[in-house]
């Protein structure tokens, strides 16, 4: 009898332990020798213009690549390159964002009930995921429909003159690859606009998540090898972006706004980290749940994006399917992509 309490009072005070050393983390790391504000804001700042800088070279590289008759959109090194920028986006979805998601939802600083007891990073991804199905799916109907009706308006009256335009060109003249009559799209032209828009609107989410991160946090151990791999990763995160923008063929003021828009997001991340960071904790209830439930929202859009739109979308189509040698070269860039962005989950 004696023995079983003994056996009691260990496994009480061992609990209770646990249970301290729990409730310290939640609590802000002022006993972290590499916890100072003074020394953290330069690198942050430092930080923020890095990342400006390289979030544009990244995403104009594709851009910029126009002029190149190599990498045009298509040629076959073009369709490698965005194999591979489709590799990284996948793994910033797998590697980076989801298990962050999981780390917040099940972290000791919130009540085991109910957030021990359900997998609501999974869950949140997944509707995440069937809600890009629905507005991907649903964005394409109505561009689909109203570039239809543009395009009836626009016969009609032309009826009589068709003819005579095939008398004198010897064909129908098209302004480009994916334009039918004038004011209309082609269907893939309008898949890939849809495409571009809604992934710009999933790297959007998470970039100012990781931004407001960095912001927050005075670890100055951390942010240093943190804001060195946020360049990469904005880096070649902007050329997949790129790629997609380059193919839906936009104007050059859609194509200012969505450039600006990528860009911008992860450093206005880090202001806003520092304006909030004496209220901001990282540790805390609210934010972890806020925080974690956002990341798994872009957890599930990003990964949906990768495999359906991008991958899928590319694998299938006729050039790759025409060519096995193009597809390998293309399996072996998604996974240097994929592999690459994983090695970086590391430090970031």
């Known amino acids: 009898m004696a023995s079983n309490s003994k056996k009691v009072s260990i496994f009480i005070i061992s609990m209770a332990c646990l249970c301290t050393k729990a409730l310290s983390q939640c609590e802000d790391q002022t006993n972290n020798p590499c916890n100072n504000k003074s020394k953290a804001l330069p690198l942050k700042l430092i930080g923020i213009a890095a990342i400006l800088v ?99 308006e626009d016969v009609e009256p032309r009826d009589q003159e068709m003819p005579l335009a095939v008398i004198n060109d010897g064909g129908m003249h098209l302004h480009g690859q994916h334009h039918g009559p004038k ?27 990781i931004g407001l991160g960095v912001g927050a946090s ?38 200012t706004v969505m450039i600006f828009f990528f860009s911008v997001t992860t450093p206005f991340g880090i202001v806003l980290g520092i304006l909030l960071s004496k209220s901001y ?15 798994a929202s872009s957890a599930g859009l990003l990964i949906y994006m990768a495999l359906v739109d991008l991958l899928a979308a590319d694998f299938m189509g006729p050039k790759l399917q025409g060519s096995i040698k193009l597809q390998m070269k293309s399996y072996a860039a998604v996974l240097l992509g994929a592999g690459g962005m994983s090695l970086m989950a590391k430090w970031a």
């Open 54 to 152: 390289t979030s544009i070279i990244g995403v104009c590289i594709p851009l910029l690549t126009r002029s190149i008759p190599a990498l045009s959109p298509d040629r076959s090194l073009f369709v490698i390159v965005k194999a591979f920028a489709s590799g990284i986006i996948l793994a910033t979805g797998f590697m980076h964002v989801l298990p962050d998601s999981f780390d917040m939802l099940r972290s000791p600083c919130l009540d085991g009930n109910p957030w021990q007891r359900f997998p609501f990073t999974g869950f949140v991804a997944m509707l995440s995921a069937v809600f890009t199905l629905m507005v991907d799916s649903m964005a394409t109907s109505m561009c689909t429909r109203t570039n239809n009706a543009v395009a009836d």
């Open 183 to 209: 004011g209309t799209l082609g269907q893939q032209l309008l898949r890939y606009r849809v495409v571009a828009m809604v992934l710009e609107l999933g790297i959007v989410a998470h970039s100012i998540v």
């Open 218 to 255: 005075n670890d100055v151990c951390t942010i240093k090898p943190l804001v060195a791999a946020l360049c990469f990763h904005q880096m070649f995160e902007g050329m997949g972006l790129g790629g997609c923008i380059l193919q839906a063929e936009y104007k050059t003021l859609k194509k």
């Open 281 to 295: 904790k990282e540790n805390s209830p609210g934010a972890l749940i806020a925080v974690g439930v956002l990341n």
